[in-house]
């Protein structure tokens, strides 16, 4: 076996695998048996004439050579991607297949709608949309972009700001009519929370006055989630108050089924920001879905500017 024994889908299957750390992850995603992932691996390896991974029982890692010839990969593949997309013209930057991942109940109530929106005008392109809250490592999951709330601290993935999410205190006026309504942050520790038990500082509210005075008081209760999905239907249920992001409780206080509590305090905003893995931000149809998501994130409920 030579060099001209390099294809471009040895390459992409390498490339997988060392961002993964498994052959049958690998397998799962390209739809292929594990036996075709590691044939693969084992002609590229002949081909260029060092071993570039080395296996255990319970992970694949690279080699020094691996991790040197990965890099030149990334760049290689990226290039072929995006020489594609200019050789097609308008029409490369209109198919291939996008991969997101998404704040869960963000993506189920909001984007999924903004993205069949964007299909309806790029009607080639796919959308792989993973809903999840954990903080996932966007080039092991072979993510190109994700949207996430809070706080983001990963300096290797461009960031782009996209607003501040307004949240505030909401119940339903089931739960209202029988333990009364607070007057004052100070009377919230008598009352039920619902609590994101995948938050940390949970047990204590940060509210801000309507003079801007900050306030921070102990907040528990019987129910804790770690799904905002279920933190709502535990709020329209009537289990208790809770600090919700406007989006996700809007059309509920439209109907009535909840309503604002203290409404001259409101927990702070949290930042919404959109991660983008830099080896896919050159793609056009990655570019596209960035900017066509910019645009259009403003418009849903209680997401303000960026600071």
Not at 47 to 53: D, I, Q, R, S
Not at 58 to 86: K, P
Not at 146 to 172: E, F, M, N, T, Y
Not at 220 to 246: C, Q, Y
Request: hydrophobic share 40%.
């Amino acid at each position: 076996m030579d060099r001209s024994d390099v294809t471009l889908e040895r390459m992409r299957t390498f490339v997988r695998v060392a961002e993964r750390g498994s052959l049958s992850a690998v397998a799962r995603e390209f739809g292929v048996g594990q036996s075709t992932v590691t044939r693969h691996l084992r002609e590229l390896e002949e081909a260029v004439g060092v071993p570039l991974l080395s296996r255990t029982t319970r992970r694949v890692t690279m080699t020094d050579e691996g991790s040197h010839y990965y890099a030149d990969c990334i760049q290689i593949l990226r290039l072929v991607e995006q020489a594609n997309d200019e050789a097609r013209g308008t029409r490369g930057a209109s198919a291939g297949t996008i991969r997101i991942s998404c704040t869960a109940a963000l993506g189920v109530l909001h984007v999924s709608r903004l993205i069949f929106a964007f299909q309806d005008r790029y009607p080639d392109i796919g959308i792989d949309l993973s809903l999840t809250d954990e903080r996932i490592d966007l080039v092991r999951e072979g993510v190109d972009i994700a949207l996430r709330l809070g706080p983001l601290s990963d300096s290797s993935i461009k960031l782009r700001a996209l607003g501040q999410s307004r949240r505030l205190l909401v119940a339903a006026p089931a739960y209202l009519a029988a333990r009364g309504r607070p007057a004052v942050p100070q009377d919230l520790p008598g009352h039920e929370g619902i609590r994101m038990s995948n938050i940390a500082g949970s047990d204590t509210l940060a509210l801000q006055g309507p003079d801007g005075e900050r306030h921070t008081v102990p907040f528990g209760g019987r129910f804790r989630v770690d799904h905002g999905l279920a933190a709502r239907e535990a709020l329209v249920a009537g289990r208790g108050i809770a600090p919700a992001h406007h989006w996700l409780v809007d059309d509920l206080l439209t109907t009535g089924r909840l309503e604002v509590v203290l409404p001259d305090y409101a927990p702070p905003p949290i930042p919404l920001s959109m991660l983008i893995v830099p080896e896919r931000a050159g793609i056009a149809r990655v570019r596209l879905l960035v900017d066509f998501l910019a645009e259009r994130i403003g418009g849903i409920p209680g997401i303000g500017k960026p600071r």
